[in-house]
T-cell receptor, first 111, second 122 residues
Framework: QSALTQPPSASGSPGQSVTISCTGT?????????VSWYQQHPGEAPKLVLY???QRPSGVPERFSGSRSGNTASLTVSGLQAEDEADYYC???????????FGGGTKLTVL | QLQLQESGPGLVKPLETLSLTCTVS??????????WGWIRQSTGKGLEWIGT????????YYNPSLKSRVTISVDTSKNQFSLTLTSVTAADTAVYYC?????????????WGQGTLVSVTS
Protein backbone atom coordinates (compact mmCIF):
# COMPACT_ATOMS: atom_id res chain seq x y z
CA GLN A 1 0.00 0.00 0.00
CA SER A 2 1.47 3.33 -1.12
CA ALA A 3 1.94 6.33 1.15
CA LEU A 4 0.21 8.70 -1.27
CA THR A 5 -3.21 8.01 -2.79
CA GLN A 6 -3.90 8.30 -6.50
CA PRO A 7 -6.90 7.18 -8.53
CA PRO A 8 -6.03 4.00 -10.41
CA SER A 9 -7.20 5.33 -13.73
CA ALA A 10 -8.06 8.47 -15.66
CA SER A 11 -9.00 9.11 -19.25
CA GLY A 12 -9.69 11.80 -21.78
CA SER A 13 -10.04 12.37 -25.49
CA PRO A 14 -7.37 14.00 -27.63
CA GLY A 15 -7.31 17.74 -27.10
CA GLN A 16 -9.09 17.57 -23.75
CA SER A 17 -7.62 18.22 -20.31
CA VAL A 18 -7.26 15.63 -17.57
CA THR A 19 -6.37 16.17 -13.92
CA ILE A 20 -4.87 13.48 -11.70
CA SER A 21 -4.95 13.91 -7.95
CA CYS A 22 -2.49 12.76 -5.30
CA THR A 23 -3.54 12.85 -1.67
CA GLY A 24 -1.16 12.68 1.26
CA THR A 25 -0.98 14.20 4.72
CA UNK A 26 0.29 17.29 6.46
CA UNK A 27 3.57 15.42 6.95
CA UNK A 28 4.30 15.18 3.25
CA UNK A 29 2.30 17.00 0.56
CA UNK A 30 0.71 19.42 2.98
CA UNK A 31 3.96 20.24 4.73
CA UNK A 32 6.42 20.87 1.92
CA UNK A 33 6.55 22.11 -1.66
CA UNK A 34 8.72 19.15 -2.69
CA VAL A 35 6.16 17.30 -4.79
CA SER A 36 7.05 15.70 -8.11
CA TRP A 37 5.34 13.77 -10.87
CA TYR A 38 6.71 11.04 -13.12
CA GLN A 39 5.46 9.67 -16.41
CA GLN A 40 6.16 6.03 -17.22
CA HIS A 41 5.52 4.29 -20.52
CA PRO A 42 5.42 0.47 -20.59
CA GLY A 43 8.84 -1.10 -20.34
CA GLU A 44 10.57 2.21 -19.69
CA ALA A 45 11.99 3.97 -16.66
CA PRO A 46 9.98 6.79 -15.11
CA LYS A 47 10.51 10.28 -16.53
CA LEU A 48 10.30 13.40 -14.38
CA VAL A 49 7.62 15.78 -15.72
CA LEU A 50 7.11 18.13 -12.74
CA TYR A 51 9.04 18.98 -9.56
CA UNK A 52 8.48 21.41 -6.70
CA UNK A 53 4.74 21.11 -7.40
CA UNK A 54 4.70 22.97 -10.72
CA GLN A 55 8.21 23.29 -12.15
CA ARG A 56 8.85 21.64 -15.50
CA PRO A 57 12.25 20.14 -16.34
CA SER A 58 13.77 21.20 -19.61
CA GLY A 59 12.02 19.55 -22.55
CA VAL A 60 8.70 18.86 -20.81
CA PRO A 61 5.82 20.50 -22.72
CA GLU A 62 3.87 23.37 -21.14
CA ARG A 63 0.80 21.13 -21.42
CA PHE A 64 1.91 19.57 -18.15
CA SER A 65 1.08 21.68 -15.11
CA GLY A 66 0.81 21.13 -11.38
CA SER A 67 -0.77 22.56 -8.29
CA ARG A 68 -1.16 21.86 -4.60
CA SER A 69 -3.95 22.59 -2.14
CA GLY A 70 -3.73 21.39 1.42
CA ASN A 71 -2.71 17.74 1.45
CA THR A 72 -3.53 17.15 -2.22
CA ALA A 73 -1.38 17.73 -5.26
CA SER A 74 -2.66 17.63 -8.83
CA LEU A 75 -1.20 17.06 -12.26
CA THR A 76 -3.10 18.49 -15.23
CA VAL A 77 -2.36 17.45 -18.79
CA SER A 78 -3.91 19.86 -21.26
CA GLY A 79 -4.40 19.29 -24.96
CA LEU A 80 -4.13 15.53 -24.54
CA GLN A 81 -2.06 13.72 -27.13
CA ALA A 82 -1.74 10.02 -27.85
CA GLU A 83 1.80 9.93 -26.45
CA ASP A 84 0.52 11.13 -23.08
CA GLU A 85 -1.00 7.70 -22.50
CA ALA A 86 1.13 6.31 -19.70
CA ASP A 87 1.26 5.67 -15.97
CA TYR A 88 1.76 8.72 -13.77
CA TYR A 89 3.23 8.65 -10.27
CA CYS A 90 3.36 11.39 -7.68
CA UNK A 91 6.06 11.67 -5.08
CA UNK A 92 6.60 13.89 -2.05
CA UNK A 93 9.19 14.69 0.58
CA UNK A 94 8.11 13.29 3.93
CA UNK A 95 10.60 14.75 6.35
CA UNK A 96 14.23 14.59 7.28
CA UNK A 97 14.30 10.80 7.59
CA UNK A 98 12.15 9.84 4.61
CA UNK A 99 13.17 11.82 1.60
CA UNK A 100 10.54 10.53 -0.79
CA UNK A 101 7.26 8.63 -0.69
CA PHE A 102 5.31 7.69 -3.78
CA GLY A 103 1.75 7.24 -4.92
CA GLY A 104 0.47 3.98 -6.36
CA GLY A 105 0.20 5.37 -9.88
CA THR A 106 -2.58 6.39 -12.24
CA LYS A 107 -3.01 4.87 -15.67
CA LEU A 108 -3.94 7.63 -18.10
CA THR A 109 -5.79 6.46 -21.19
CA VAL A 110 -6.22 8.68 -24.22
CA LEU A 111 -9.49 7.62 -25.77
CA GLN B 1 25.67 11.98 -22.69
CA LEU B 2 24.90 10.68 -19.22
CA GLN B 3 24.03 7.01 -18.99
CA LEU B 4 23.31 4.76 -16.03
CA GLN B 5 23.35 0.99 -16.30
CA GLU B 6 22.32 -1.48 -13.62
CA SER B 7 23.89 -4.94 -13.44
CA GLY B 8 23.65 -7.93 -11.17
CA PRO B 9 21.93 -11.29 -10.66
CA GLY B 10 18.33 -11.56 -11.72
CA LEU B 11 17.57 -14.30 -9.18
CA VAL B 12 18.27 -14.29 -5.46
CA LYS B 13 17.25 -16.93 -2.92
CA PRO B 14 15.22 -15.99 0.16
CA LEU B 15 17.27 -14.81 3.13
CA GLU B 16 20.33 -14.26 0.93
CA THR B 17 21.87 -10.94 -0.10
CA LEU B 18 20.93 -8.93 -3.17
CA SER B 19 23.82 -7.05 -4.79
CA LEU B 20 23.52 -4.65 -7.71
CA THR B 21 25.91 -2.23 -9.36
CA CYS B 22 25.20 0.94 -11.27
CA THR B 23 27.80 2.03 -13.81
CA VAL B 24 27.69 5.73 -14.65
CA SER B 25 29.11 7.13 -17.87
CA UNK B 26 29.23 10.75 -18.89
CA UNK B 27 29.41 12.29 -15.40
CA UNK B 28 32.12 11.62 -12.81
CA UNK B 29 30.81 10.58 -9.41
CA UNK B 30 33.83 12.07 -7.71
CA UNK B 31 33.13 15.70 -6.95
CA UNK B 32 29.65 15.51 -8.46
CA UNK B 33 27.15 18.15 -7.42
CA UNK B 34 24.33 15.64 -7.87
CA UNK B 35 22.94 12.96 -5.60
CA TRP B 36 22.83 9.35 -6.76
CA GLY B 37 20.71 6.49 -5.55
CA TRP B 38 18.40 3.52 -5.91
CA ILE B 39 14.64 3.27 -6.41
CA ARG B 40 12.68 0.08 -6.90
CA GLN B 41 9.33 -0.74 -8.42
CA SER B 42 7.27 -3.76 -7.50
CA THR B 43 3.82 -4.84 -8.55
CA GLY B 44 2.54 -4.78 -5.03
CA LYS B 45 4.09 -1.59 -3.63
CA GLY B 46 4.74 0.57 -6.67
CA LEU B 47 7.76 2.86 -6.57
CA GLU B 48 9.87 2.93 -3.43
CA TRP B 49 12.92 5.04 -2.64
CA ILE B 50 15.72 2.84 -1.25
CA GLY B 51 18.67 5.11 -0.60
CA THR B 52 20.86 7.93 -1.88
CA UNK B 53 24.37 9.32 -1.47
CA UNK B 54 26.18 12.58 -2.11
CA UNK B 55 29.74 11.76 -3.07
CA UNK B 56 31.11 15.25 -2.55
CA UNK B 57 29.94 15.30 1.05
CA UNK B 58 30.25 11.62 1.83
CA UNK B 59 26.67 11.53 3.10
CA UNK B 60 24.35 8.54 2.78
CA TYR B 61 20.58 8.55 3.24
CA TYR B 62 18.37 5.47 3.55
CA ASN B 63 14.65 4.78 3.60
CA PRO B 64 13.81 4.19 7.27
CA SER B 65 11.81 1.07 6.41
CA LEU B 66 14.84 -0.54 4.72
CA LYS B 67 17.70 1.05 6.61
CA SER B 68 18.56 -2.01 8.69
CA ARG B 69 19.12 -4.11 5.55
CA VAL B 70 20.54 -1.65 3.01
CA THR B 71 24.04 -0.44 2.26
CA ILE B 72 25.12 1.78 -0.64
CA SER B 73 28.79 1.91 -1.52
CA VAL B 74 30.73 3.93 -4.07
CA ASP B 75 33.78 3.16 -6.24
CA THR B 76 34.81 6.45 -7.83
CA SER B 77 37.74 4.80 -9.64
CA LYS B 78 35.25 2.73 -11.67
CA ASN B 79 32.53 5.42 -11.60
CA GLN B 80 30.16 2.91 -10.04
CA PHE B 81 27.95 2.67 -7.02
CA SER B 82 26.41 -0.44 -5.54
CA LEU B 83 23.40 -1.58 -3.58
CA THR B 84 23.44 -4.38 -1.01
CA LEU B 85 20.18 -5.61 0.49
CA THR B 86 20.40 -8.38 3.05
CA SER B 87 17.94 -11.07 4.18
CA VAL B 88 15.70 -10.70 1.14
CA THR B 89 12.17 -12.06 0.92
CA ALA B 90 9.62 -12.30 -1.86
CA ALA B 91 8.57 -8.74 -0.99
CA ASP B 92 11.93 -7.55 -2.34
CA THR B 93 11.12 -8.82 -5.83
CA ALA B 94 11.10 -5.71 -8.00
CA VAL B 95 12.67 -3.80 -10.83
CA TYR B 96 15.61 -1.92 -9.35
CA TYR B 97 16.60 1.41 -10.87
CA CYS B 98 19.66 3.53 -10.24
CA UNK B 99 19.09 7.22 -10.73
CA UNK B 100 20.59 10.68 -10.51
CA UNK B 101 18.81 13.16 -8.24
CA UNK B 102 19.23 16.92 -8.50
CA UNK B 103 17.52 17.52 -5.18
CA UNK B 104 17.64 15.39 -2.03
CA UNK B 105 14.40 16.74 -0.59
CA UNK B 106 11.89 14.88 -2.66
CA UNK B 107 14.50 12.79 -4.48
CA UNK B 108 13.87 14.60 -7.78
CA UNK B 109 15.34 12.15 -10.28
CA UNK B 110 16.13 13.46 -13.73
CA UNK B 111 18.15 10.53 -15.07
CA TRP B 112 17.40 6.84 -14.64
CA GLY B 113 18.94 3.58 -15.67
CA GLN B 114 16.83 1.15 -17.67
CA GLY B 115 16.17 -0.95 -14.58
CA THR B 116 16.95 -4.55 -13.75
CA LEU B 117 14.45 -7.15 -12.54
CA VAL B 118 15.42 -9.06 -9.43
CA SER B 119 13.28 -11.99 -8.40
CA VAL B 120 13.55 -13.52 -4.95
CA THR B 121 12.75 -17.20 -5.27
CA SER B 122 14.03 -20.51 -4.02
Amino acid sequence: QSALTQPPSASGSPGQSVTISCTGTSSDIGGYKFVSWYQQHPGEAPKLVLYEVAQRPSGVPERFSGSRSGNTASLTVSGLQAEDEADYYCSAYAGSSNFAVFGGGTKLTVL
Amino acid sequence: QLQLQESGPGLVKPLETLSLTCTVSGDPLSGSTYYWGWIRQSTGKGLEWIGTFFSSGGAFYYNPSLKSRVTISVDTSKNQFSLTLTSVTAADTAVYYCARHFRITGIFSDRWGQGTLVSVTS
